[in-house]
């Protein structure tokens, strides 16, 4: 009974890690290197690199509840084509994925000359859990080096090119 | 049934249905406010046994647009037809006053006797584009134990007949269909820049003045908002120019623009964000306003007057006049605008009265008139 | 002895099988070729209606004046229509429960005259109230389902609470609590004013015969029960609307009065006195002498009779200064018509009387006069929306509807101008809101309670009022994410050019342009203090919609059979009727 | 189980099973395979199994005989990125990472030219910027040399190459003295993308009207409207004559027609009339009868 209350209080914790660690991936900015003619305001930057880490929420909870719909609000264009593609991709083959973003490394590299988009790098370390019907498949550790072009729209700066670099 | 109370009963009957008529009586004979809305302010006890009486029934016989009732009441009737009277009132042509309601009038006595009187009607005429003043001088009339109005008829005017070539130039927009437009080929909105901005602390609260020029060589629809920021950095309010501007600006075009604070005042504002807005629009040079014998007149009753002749061979339906005042230093001092509720026909001038207020009027000494139109289409 | 079986039968009363067939000979057909849709009312309801049937538990409904609650109406008539929408879809659901609150008026008006006078002359009335000219007017042409639910929620009530009074019922007592608050779950101002005009009468009349029958009530039990009804009637209403109270508490109708042609004087503007005295009467304006010599020479019709004439004087609107003097401010927010609606019900037991004696004296000649004046009133207040409809010209909005609903229309909020009361049939078909909207007690925008305009779609129409408001709403768009200006009357244009908006699509022929303002940011959900804490979304959900499933439950608790009538008029028999079957 | 915990519970099993699977090691991904490219998975034992491939742009689910290779035609994984594979086969599974890179050869560009219209002789007032795609929209990241070229009417280029880093090029060039549509054209191996920038003439210079009598008006016309470089100022642009007298004032907004603009105002003798356009203000003259 004792043991069994341990575990109980284990899980818990763990629980309560997992949550902790859910609402929050730990975030390094670096200093901006930007490729360009055009001055970055600083409150551009910080503006892009909100949007762009609020974009991974949206991310994982298109994939997680399989709607492409929750995109809207921060991708666009191919970036938001193609993860709408996943989503029915999987979708269809009753197949569920959970993104769980752990660690950003972000820098941003190119400020177009006419303001119309922003390019940064992100190493990224994340989870992903697979399921097929809802039976989990395993949780595999990605770490990756992202390329993102964002670009404005009225409100905010939304993901127009999210790519993982190869290698 | 019946009893001993039967009486009674009658009496009550009779005290119900005498009380009820008398309730219709007087709610018709006083009519209550809410009633008289929908009878143009008309009750049944109107008399014309003054000439103010008479003006005043001529008045409410207006705002109800019985126009008959009107016209059969007039002295001069004969000289014309109740369309000419009605046209008279609601203009020969399209304009805000033919969809105009009288929203109310005020009548000031200026001379009598025994046999006429002089009676001047101000007229306040509800438009969609907000309140515009009429005023009328009456001739009044006795006619036995009764007043009546001499109505002065302002025949329709006539156009002569003439050619006027309409070669004037007009910008077409090719826009692309709906979709994603990021890196395709684009046609920017055009370049505008504010030229002058002033904030003015009045009774009524912070009014923004500017001007607003389009240095493009294509025509700019334009607004402009305004964002007042306080000492502390945080916004106070955000407001537009509205219709306090000329939206459609030609190339090389100035705008004066008005963008009012209700409510704030001056020592809260640290500073203030001006956002000019610019979109490329198709767009005509056509028509071509000429503003003639612009003149400034003193306090009191500062006002603008001038009139604005239409060189084109279309009918304005609709003519906004902008005025920019500046003291003799240049620096702008105030902007305002009058609409005229009169079509403007090809060449015939049409007058405009913009008024100034009493304590800016003394600091102005120049100004710039600007004319924005609205046309439904046609010709005369 | 064929003699007295003669006079026996011409003393019964109408079956109540033959009411209710005549109720539904008239209206079915009518409410099957869905007339009501062109009411000023009915697609506002429907509306209301629909966001119940997709958010039961939520009602902030987000699509009118950029956010309302829908806690600001009685929700009962409409949560029937979205549940019975499940099976008929939304506009057939209404028609039913319309159907049903004509069903239930006959009922009512049965029981309530029986109060009054003979069972024959209630059946009589109860038939009467099938032709109603009000009634047709309500449900035809003005469109108010609440007003026509809660009536006969209430007249059913009434005889429930003479027998409390009267006789101490506790069945009766519980009975007239469960049918009062479902009465005030479908409409507050029924109840509020039906307490003077109805149940006031019948307080009064349960007082007056409080020696007839034998069974003697002594005054002081009299008043107790009639504060304990009071008091428990109150506190159940209190519960079960609490979300509406709370709202109005904080919420105060505090916008500058909207004009409405029902508070003209009636003969100055005789076209208002056709529209509101004429075709709500119908050939009951030929009965009002008797109507006024009966009630006060029938001791006990006298406190009816009074009842009558204070709706009947409210009910004319401006026409008297009654209205304003007894109403004050009221008199400028609330519409008369309810008032001549409530007058007709409160004479129709006289007019039973009338049409009894009629039928004695002339037989078939009366029996035909009453049945051709009966079907010319009800046909007058049918075909009064012909004459003088809500929309002067109807038109298809789903072409606008569509259009918001692509390419991210329905990110910004629109308004239209010139749809008249379109407006409610686009909210329901489209996901954009919109800062207008049809139920002005529930709007909150300053731009719009300032001025004393009614909704921006018929500016126009309240004058400078009306287009300082569409001025005011116009010049904040920025404000309220309003990109969207779908005008279907040119008036509107000289406006929104010099305004800084430009025409970019045009739909239906090129009858509606939409006109945009550039540099509008997409709209925002407005932070209202007035959106409701979810507790009272589950009250809002629960108790109003429960009241009357309670209602219907304790209806079915068996009545000792006693009618209130049958002291005074014994002649009705067990079973004739079948009413007390089944109301009881 | 859309909670954490069922995320946690998950983690543990996956890792449990990649344990088990780690021992009999039964996945063998290709290191990395480019964009659109057949490739194959090795797999280890016997039986029946299913592999998932998983990234941000494509999911693929395959059934495979295990201790057979599994093939993917070309086509199938196309979306460049990084890929989570996961080997499902009787309750167990084995997980591994597989990197799909761009194609090298680009296929599309995304050219971003500013402005579409400028005033001539502006230095580095044009500026483009490039994205470079493969056939598959993605991002070509591998450096690779994007030339600008912007060539006028009259012939004249400029040019410039620029070598893309992380799938992005910019580039600046100067507008030319000649009012005109220039074509400005971005390429990348054999894929060119073309803008058209209008270069317009700049504020009018050295604006002069004259008068002469025309009946019991005055008859009102600039000379023709040019900016300091000699370019025509475009017909529309409006010029503003204005006629002061005593105290009063007429005002005329005329638009330019074949450069000229003309008006007729009222004669009045000793009138001052002025002409301007934006802010540039013209001659003055007082006409005397």
Known sequence: MIRFKAILMIGALAGATAGVALAQATVKVEPASVNGPRPLAEQTAQAVIRDYLESWQSLSAAFDQDRADLLDADFVGDARDKLAQAIRDQSQMAVSTRYQDRAHDVQIVFYSPEGLSIELSDTVDYDVQLMDHDKPLGTQHVHARYLVVLTPSELQWRVRILQAQAG | MSDGSENGGAMLAVVLIAATIAFVVIGTMWPTKAALAYTGGQGLTSSSSTPEAAVQN?????????????????????????????????????????????????????????????????????????????????????????????????????????????????????????????????????????????????????????????????????????????????????????????????????????????????????????????????????????????????????SLTGQVINQSGQVVNVAHVLGTFYDSTGHLVWVADEYLDRALLPQTPESFNIHIPED??????????IVSTYSSGGSV | MQKTELLERSQRPLPLSLLLMAAVAVHLPLLLMKLPLKSYDTNFHIFFASHYLHHWWDPWNPKWYAGFSQTTYPPLPQ???????????????????????????????????TLWVSPRAASYAALASVFLGSESFLVYSAGQLGTTAAAPLYLNALPFLFSWVRRGSGRSFIKAVALFTAAAAAHHATLLFGS????????????????????????????????????????????????????????????????????????????????????????????????????????????????????????????????????????NVLTMERFSYWATLLALPIVGVLAVELVARFRMRAAVSLTILAAFTCALAVGWTTYHPADAEDFDVSPVAAWLNRDGHDQYRYVTLGFGNKISRLAMMTDAGSVDGEWNSGRMLPELTRYGGGALT?????????????????????????????????????????AGWRPVDHLNDGTITIWSKDGVPPAQPLNAPQIPPHWQDVIWGVCPFGSSIVAILVLLIPEKRRQAAEARYPAVRDGELGLGRMVS | ???????????????????????????????????????????????????YVAGLGQVIRKDVELGKTAWFPAGSLYDAGRYVVILEASGNSESGILDVAPQTKPASLSFLARPSRLPIALHNGITGAVYVFDAYKNLVTAPTPVSFALSSPSGAAQTRTVTAKDGAAWTAMDSTAKQGADKFVAEDDDIASTRVIGQVPGDP?????????????????????????????????????????????????VPLKRDIAAVEMPAHNGATITVASGVILGNQIRWEK
């Open chain 2, 58 to 302: 001529l008045g409410d016989e207006i705002r109800a647009s019985a126009w008959q009732k009107a016209y059969d009441g007039l002295a001069n009737k004969a000289q014309f037809t109740e369309q000419e009277f009605e046209h008279d009132l609601k203009g020969y042509y399209p304009s805000l006053r033919t969809y105009a309601t009288l929203d109310r009038f005020e009548v000031f006595p200026l001379h009598a006797s025994d046999s006429d009187a002089e009676v001047r009607l101000k007229l306040y005429w509800s438009s969609v584009v907000g309140i515009s003043e009429g005023t009328r001088d009456l001739h009044v009339v006795r006619a036995g134990d009764r007043w009546q109005v001499e109505w002065p008829i302002v025949k329709k005017p006539v156009v002569p007949p003439q050619v006027i070539p309409v070669n004037y130039l007009r910008w077409d927009v090719i826009y692309r269909g709906a979709g994603d437009d990021w890196g395709a080929q684009d046609v920017e909105a055009p370049h505008v820049r504010i030229v002058d901005m002033r904030p003015v602390e009045r009774a009524e609260g912070v009014v923004i003045l500017g001007e607003l020029l389009n240095e493009d060589v294509v025509p700019a629809y334009v607004s402009v908002n305004a964002t007042l920021i306080g000492k502390n950095q945080q916004p106070i309010a955000t407001e537009g120019s509205f219709d306090k501007i000329s939206h459609l600006l030609l190339p090389k075009q100035v705008t004066p623009f008005l963008i009012n604070f209700p409510n704030a005042t001056l020592a809260d504002v640290g500073s203030v964000r001006m956002t000019p807005f610019s979109t490329l629009v198709p767009a005509s040079a056509d028509p071509v306003i000429e503003i003639d014998n612009e003149k400034l007149n003193p306090a009191p009753d500062a």
């Open chain 2, 360 to 369: 800016l009027a003394r600091q102005i000494s120049s100004e710039r008139t």
């Open chain 3, 79 to 113: 949560q029937w229509v979205a549940v019975v929408s499940h099976v008929l879809g939304l506009e057939m659901a209404y028609m039913a429960v319309q159907l049903a609150a004509i069903l239930l008026l006959v009922v009512g008006v049965y029981r309530f005259a």
């Open chain 3, 196 to 331: 003077f005009f109805f149940a006031l009468p019948v307080l009064a009349l349960a007082y007056l015969d409080r020696d007839e029958d034998g069974e003697r009530v002594a005054p002081p039990a009299f008043f107790a029960r009639t504060l304990a009804i009071i008091a428990i009637v109150g506190a159940a209403i209190a519960v079960v609307l609490l979300p509406f109270w709370i709202a109005l508490i904080h919420y105060p109708v505090t916008q500058t009065p909207i004009p409405h042609p029902s508070r003209a004087n009636y003969i100055l503007s005789p076209q208002w006195g056709m529209n509101y005295f004429v075709v709500p009467y119908g050939a009951l304006i030929l009965a009002l002498p008797f109507v006024f010599w009966r009630g006060s020479t029938e001791k006990h019709l006298r406190p009816l009779l009074l009842g009558f004439w204070v709706a009947f004087l409210l009910g004319l609107g401006g026409t008297t200064p009654v209205g304003p003097v007894l109403l004050g401010r009221a008199f």
């Open chain 3, 458 to 498: 018929s500016s126009k129409y309240f004058g400078t009022a009306g287009l300082e408001a569409l001025r005011a709403m116009l010049m904040h768009a920025d404000h309220y994410g309003l990109k969207w200006v779908f005008v279907r009357d040119e008036y509107y244009d000289p406006l929104l050019t010099f």
């Open chain 4, 1 to 51: 189980m859309r909670t954490p915990w069922a995320i946690l519970l998950g983690g543990v099993a996956g890792f449990v099973g990649q344990l088990i699977f780690a021992q009999s090691n039964q996945l063998t991904l290709p290191a990395m395979v480019e964009a659109g490219s057949a490739f194959s998975i090795e797999t280890a034992g016997s039986g029946q199994g299913t592999l």
């Open chain 4, 205 to 253: 210079c050295g604006l002069k009207m004259t008068a002469k009598p025309d009946g019991d008006k005055v008859a009102l016309a600039t000379d023709p409207v040019r900016d300091c470089s000699g370019n025509a100022v475009p017909d529309g642009t409006i010029v503003t004559f204005t006629e002061t007298y005593g105290d009063t004032q007429s005002t005329v907004d």
